[in-house]
């Protein structure tokens, strides 16, 4: 079952902030999130396990509440280069799989 | 940092011919890759995960006799699309994942397929 992405679609400034939620009705083992920009393969951002936790890197970061099966990531002081579609990919269960159900994607621009 | 080539970035072929789609691993052994497609505008969702030596496993409403994989080394997965239609033109994209790191999977270039 596909996760849910929120908000499908964010317009910022360079330096402002922003939040995109992933959300899941079954029990996750993993989140990983994903930046994908026009025409170009996803690339990794971060990996969160269940056991909740909370990873960062430089102004990306991102947290994982196992009771409430959702993924927050977090954008600050947003760059031009930050533009394009976050996907969340979940797996479910309790082991590494490694099938990866994709939410719909948040599209994120920055204008200068 | 774990890379996955994939070819070719694009192809066109006519209706009714096939075509395939190599994705490998570069720098470290991928027992199991994934291959993913995408429509424009939507999500990436998974068509089946290749294991090496042994069948791929499809995922539901994936036709397996329309969508070959095989996965012949450690380093290599190909997908052929057979007897392609033009419903078939899509993104493709393999994954893998070097799992001698606590990374996440690595995503091969994309395979850009329109059937004319």
């Known amino acids: 079952q596909q996760p849910v992405q929120s908000p499908q679609a964010v317009i910022l400034r360079e330096g402002e902030d922003a939040v995109i939620n992933c959300s899941s009705s079954k029990a996750l083992y993993s989140v990983h999130w994903y930046r994908q920009k026009h025409g170009e393969a996803p690339v990794f951002l971060m990996i969160l396990l269940k056991g909740g936790e909370q990873k960062g890197h430089e102004k990306i970061s991102a947290s994982f509440n196992e009771k409430k099966q959702q993924s927050s990531l977090y954008l600050t002081a947003s760059q031009l280069s930050y533009s394009g579609t976050y996907f969340c990919g979940t797996e479910y269960g309790s082991s590494n799989t490694g099938k990866l159900i994709f939410g719909q994607g948040t599209t994120l621009q920055v204008k200068p | 940092g774990a890379v996955v080539s994939q070819h070719p970035s694009r192809v066109i072929c006519k209706s009714g011919t096939s075509v395939k789609i190599e994705c490998r691993s570069l720098?470290?052994?991928?027992?199991?890759m994934f291959w993913y497609r995408q429509f424009p505008k939507q999500s990436l969702m998974l068509m089946a995960t290749s294991n090496e030596g042994s069948k791929a496993t499809y995922e539901q409403g994936v036709e397996k006799d329309k969508f070959l994989i095989n996965h012949a080394s450690l380093t290599l997965s190909t997908l052929t699309v057979t007897s392609a239609h033009p419903e078939d033109s899509s993104f493709y994209i393999c994954?893998?994942?070097?799992?001698?790191?606590?990374?996440?999977?690595?995503f091969g270039s994309g395979t850009r397929l329109t059937v004319v």
């Open positions: 720098d470290f052994q991928a027992t199991t």
């Open positions: 994954s893998a994942r070097d799992v001698r790191t606590r990374g996440g999977y690595t």
